[in-house]
T-cell receptor, first 116, second 113 residues
Framework: DAGVTQSPTHLIKTRGQQVTLRCSPK?????VSWYQQALGQGPQFIFQ???????QRGNFPDRFSGHQFPNYSSELNVNALLLGDSALYLC???????????????FGPGTRLTVL | AQSVTQLGSHVSVSEGALVLLRCNYS??????LFWYVQYPNQGLQLLLK??????LVKGINGFEAEFKKSETSFHLTKPSAHMSDAAEYFC???????????FGKGTMLLVSP
């Protein structure tokens, strides 16, 4: 049973560029959440997708956007990159639209983004 | 807004010693609480979660945590540390209505032989 997979593993960009990160959820899961983990910090919630719509959003600017495809996979897009966007980006999947606070989220290994 | 605070960014123990990682929560309503572990270059793995069914929660790899409302705490313990327990541990709380998680800053557990 494949777990959550993310690509690419590492990415280096320069300020002002745009980046797209990809996530495939655990088999059978229909809900995808994205988190940003800065160095030395805990993950911070960016947004959650269910039924191809953004259902919940954390305190992140509009430069951060996403998409969910019919096969439940998801993309995270960041425009106009800033140095402060350098972080590990984690994708998590779950089942049921994120409506139950006790749902377990399964995390992927992350994509490490470095902005120079 | 709900939040968690993890006391101690680093905890060092000897192999075989008791592991105690501290987490305090701030919430106006009974929270749902989680402990995750992150090994180097890996994603987060769920150790255990509190869903109000029982105050003492047993998780994987011999870890357990006790929910104490009077102390607003959910500390993680393991009776005997193993070298393989060396990792970063995160306490998290979920919103009452949704499954999104708010994490603490993490505690790095170092285990010496």
């Amino acid at each position: 049973d494949a777990g959550v997979t993310q690509s690419p593993t590492h990415l280096i960009k320069t300020r002002g560029q745009q980046v797209t990160l990809r996530c495939s959820p655990k088999s059978g899961h229909d809900t995808v959440s994205w988190y940003q983990q800065a160095l030395g910090q805990g993950p911070q919630f960016i947004f959650q997708y269910y039924e191809e719509e953004e259902r919940q959003r954390g305190n992140f600017p509009d430069r951060f956007s996403g998409h969910q495809f019919p096969n439940y996979s998801s993309e995270l897009n960041v425009n106009a990159l800033l140095l402060g966007d350098s972080a590990l980006y984690l994708c998590a999947s779950s089942l049921g639209g994120g409506r139950a606070p006790t749902d377990t989220q399964y995390f992927g290994p992350g994509t490490r983004l470095t902005v120079l | 807004a709900q939040s968690v605070t993890q006391l101690g960014s680093h905890v060092s123990v000897s192999e075989g010693a008791l592991v105690l990682l501290r987490c305090n929560y701030s919430s106006s309503v009974p929270p749902y609480l989680f402990w995750y572990v992150q090994y180097p270059n890996q994603g987060l793995q769920l150790l255990l979660k509190y869903t109000s069914a029982a105050t003492l929660v047993k998780g994987i790899n011999g870890f357990e945590a006790e929910f104490k409302k009077s102390e607003t705490s959910f500390h993680l313990t393991k009776p005997s540390a193993h070298m393989s327990d060396a990792a970063e541990y995160f306490c998290a709380v979920s919103d009452r209505g949704y499954s999104t998680l708010t994490f603490g800053k993490g505690t790095m557990l170092l285990v010496s032989p």
